[in-house]
C-alpha cells in the first residue's frame, strides 16, 4: 500500500538525481525549492521513499489566475505502474484546492503525456525542446 507524505526539498535530491538527472548535467536542486509557500510530497512503499513531486507558487503569464508549477516528478523504475504517481497529484488538488489555487501546469516530458492525461491535464501550445532533456509539452489541470 502507497502512502503519501508530506517530504523535505533534500529527501527528493536522492530521487531527482537517480531519475530526472541520470546522464543530464543539469542542476537537481530548483530554485524555490525552500520558499515556505513550496510543499514537496513523497509516496512510500513499505517504508522506503519510491516518488517524489514537488509544488511551487509560479507567475506563468499564459495562466493569469493563481497558479502551481509541478516540478520534479518521478517514481522509482521497481513502483512504476503501481498507482505511486498518480496518488502524489492527488494529494497536491487536495491541498491546492484548499489553497484556492486556479491551475496546476507543468512541463511535460513527452513520454509522460499520457499520464498526465490519465490524470485529467490537458496540453496547451506546441511541442517544445528543453536542451538536454527533449521534446515536452506544457500541461494545466483546472483545480477551482
Ligand atoms: C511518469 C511517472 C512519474 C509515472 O509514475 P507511475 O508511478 O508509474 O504512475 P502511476 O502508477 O500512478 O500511473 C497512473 C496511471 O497512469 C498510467 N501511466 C503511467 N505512466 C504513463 C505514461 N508514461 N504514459 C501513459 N500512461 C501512463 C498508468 O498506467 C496508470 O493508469 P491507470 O490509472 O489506468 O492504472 C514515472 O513513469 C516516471 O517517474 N517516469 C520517469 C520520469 C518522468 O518522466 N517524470 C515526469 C517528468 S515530466
Given at each position: 500500500?502507497?502512502?503519501?507524505?508530506?517530504?523535505?526539498?533534500?529527501?527528493?535530491?536522492?530521487?531527482?538525481?537517480?531519475?530526472?538527472?541520470?546522464?543530464?548535467?543539469?542542476?537537481?536542486?530548483?530554485?524555490?525549492?525552500?520558499?515556505?509557500?513550496?510543499?514537496?510530497?513523497?509516496?512510500?512503499?513499505?517504508?522506503?521513499?519510491?516518488?517524489?513531486?514537488?509544488?511551487?507558487?509560479?507567475?506563468?503569464?499564459?495562466?493569469?489566475?493563481?497558479?502551481?508549477?509541478?516540478?520534479?516528478?518521478?517514481?522509482?523504475?521497481?513502483?512504476?505502474?503501481?498507482?505511486?504517481?498518480?496518488?502524489?497529484?492527488?494529494?497536491?488538488?487536495?491541498?491546492?484546492?484548499?489553497?484556492?489555487?486556479?491551475?496546476?501546469?507543468?512541463?511535460?516530458?513527452?513520454?509522460?503525456?499520457?499520464?498526465?492525461?490519465?490524470?485529467?491535464?490537458?496540453?496547451?501550445?506546441?511541442?517544445?525542446e528543453v536542451p538536454k532533456v527533449g521534446a515536452h509539452f506544457k500541461m494545466y489541470y483546472l483545480v477551482n
Amino acid at each position: 500500500m502507497i502512502k503519501i507524505k508530506n517530504i523535505l526539498a533534500q529527501e527528493t535530491y536522492d530521487i531527482r538525481l537517480s531519475v530526472l538527472r541520470n546522464n543530464i548535467d543539469l542542476p537537481y536542486k530548483f530554485e524555490g525549492d525552500e520558499e515556505g509557500s513550496t510543499f514537496h510530497l513523497g509516496a512510500f512503499y513499505e517504508k522506503k521513499l519510491v516518488g517524489i513531486a514537488t509544488f511551487m507558487k509560479s507567475n506563468l503569464e499564459a495562466f493569469d489566475v493563481e497558479q502551481y508549477q509541478l516540478r520534479g516528478m518521478a517514481t522509482l523504475p521497481e513502483v512504476r505502474g503501481m498507482g505511486a504517481g498518480k496518488k502524489l497529484i492527488n494529494k497536491a488538488i487536495e491541498i491546492l484546492e484548499e489553497r484556492r489555487i486556479t491551475v496546476l501546469w507543468c512541463n511535460a516530458r513527452k513520454e509522460a503525456v499520457g499520464f498526465y492525461e490519465n490524470l485529467g491535464f490537458k496540453i496547451t501550445g506546441e511541442e517544445f525542446e528543453v536542451p538536454k532533456v527533449g521534446a515536452h509539452f506544457k500541461m494545466y489541470y483546472l483545480v477551482n
